[in-house]
């Protein structure tokens, strides 16, 4: 079975759509077989691999509600190696039309089970708040990466999830673990980014990554393109450093 890895932060605007666009497009340009799951409402990691989000006649939401199986909804290899469980702002009512069924947090999980062994990594897109649809993340994932941006308030956040993630492993999914927090939007120029690393670094220890994703224009302008950075541009800064981070990933799957 490969590995499940949600890219989770309840805070918005903190990189989670960056890395899981950037992290799946490396680690299949790295040879390995990955399915991205866009699991958020504003499907902005649909768009940014160049897919037209609001044309699509099966994504998630249909998968959630019943009306369609995972086979029909994911979209194969729209770059080597990668595949992608679409998502779009239907998905948003997602959760009030599943009031009252039964074992809900769990519907991702069960349609997952059908296809994981056909991948190495499975990365999962969440919505930016702890909602129904981040819980069948977080039941379907075996691990979770916090993308976190060096700001003042990073540390505060980082808390809240820690306790979630803690709370679903013990009531929900006890394979779940914090895989590691990865730094955004990095500027070595300001002694506030040095100083968050160094806060998160001494709460947290040897999950932190060593890779810094810096603040990179290259980066910013990648989705309107529909490309992820390895091929928009992949001697760029931004590009680098999620090669990096792949490479991070990849030698922690044996622990």
Same mark, same amino acid.
């Given at each position: 079975?490969? =590995? ?58 249909? &998968? ?53 062994? =056909? ?23 075996? /691990? ?47 002694? &506030? ?8 670094? /001494? ?41 990096? &981070? ?10």
């Amino acid at each position: 079975m490969g =590995k499940i890895i949600a890219i989770a932060n309840q805070k918005g605007g903190v990189g989670k759509t960056t890395t899981s666009i950037n992290l799946s497009a490396c680690i299949a340009a790295k040879g390995k077989k990955v399915l991205v799951i866009d699991i958020d409402p504003q499907g902005n990691t649909t768009s940014g691999f160049g897919i037209e989000k609001n044309e699509l006649e099966n994504t998630i939401y249909e &998968l959630i509600l019943g009306d369609c199986s995972i086979h029909d909804c994911i979209i194969k290899d729209i770059i080597p190696k990668l595949s992608i469980l679409p998502s779009n702002v239907n998905l948003a009512a997602a959760e009030i039309e599943l009031i009252g069924v039964q074992k809900k947090e769990f519907i991702l999980k069960n349609e997952v089970d059908y296809i994981k062994d =056909k991948y190495d990594y499975i990365i999962i897109d969440c919505p930016p708040s702890l909602n129904l649809l981040t819980i069948n993340a977080m039941t379907t994932a075996t /691990s979770v990466i916090v993308p976190i941006q060096c700001e003042y308030y990073a540390l505060e956040g980082l808390s809240q999830l820690i306790h979630s993630v803690n709370l679903i492993k013990e009531r929900l999914n006890p394979e779940l673990e914090m895989e590691g927090v990865v730094f955004t939007m990095y500027d070595s120029r300001t002694n &506030l980014s040095a100083q968050v690393v160094q806060n998160v670094k /001494s709460y947290l220890d040897e999950k932190v990554y060593n890779t810094l994703i810096p603040r990179n224009i290259r980066l910013a302008e990648a989705p309107s393109y529909g490309k992820p950075i390895n091929l928009y541009d992949p001697k760029s800064a931004g590009a680098v450093s999620y090669m990096e &981070l792949a490479n991070e990933v990849m030698s922690r799957k044996k622990k």
